[in-house]
């Protein structure tokens, strides 16, 4: 990325991030605005993928709801985006799960979660 635009995005970058992966039980607090009232909804769900670096990474996030797969994508820096909170940790094999898109049911949700004393943190 160009240095002069890095330096200009760097004032709008979240400095405390949670660290989650992909694999990830998250639930994503974001900001709905109706009409001239605010709150926060979640979003709880497995994170399937991350991409982008900088202002632009962005993360998505797949739930199952009433029997319909849903994901959202969602800006890790966006001002929208409240908080993260990891519900459960996972050991993928891969960097992006999208195979979970052709599963059905308990097996949509189906990753090898980890041991507490197994994941560290750098």
């Known amino acids: 990325m160009n240095p002069i635009i890095k330096e200009i995005t760097a004032s709008q970058l979240k400095p405390e991030l949670s660290q989650f992966r992909v694999g990830d039980g998250v639930k994503v607090h974001t900001k709905v605005r109706e009409g001239d009232k605010e709150r926060v909804q979640l979003f709880a769900g497995i994170v399937i993928a991350r991409k982008g670096s900088g202002i632009h990474e962005s993360?998505?996030?797949?739930?199952?709801?009433?029997?319909?797969?849903?994901?959202?994508?969602?800006?890790?820096?966006?001002?929208?985006?409240?908080?993260?909170?990891?519900?459960?940790?996972?050991?993928?094999?891969?960097?992006?799960?999208?195979?979970?898109?052709?599963?059905?049911?308990?097996?949509?949700?189906?990753?090898?979660?980890?041991?507490?004393?197994?994941?560290?943190?750098?």
């Open 59 to 122: 993360f998505t996030v797949r739930r199952i709801s009433y029997g319909e797969g849903v994901e959202k994508v969602f800006p890790v820096h966006s001002p929208n985006v409240v908080k993260v909170e990891i519900e459960r940790q996972s050991e993928p094999m891969r960097a992006r799960l999208y195979y979970l898109r052709k599963r059905k049911g308990k097996a949509a949700m189906a990753i090898r979660e980890v041991r507490a004393e197994k994941r560290t943190r750098a």
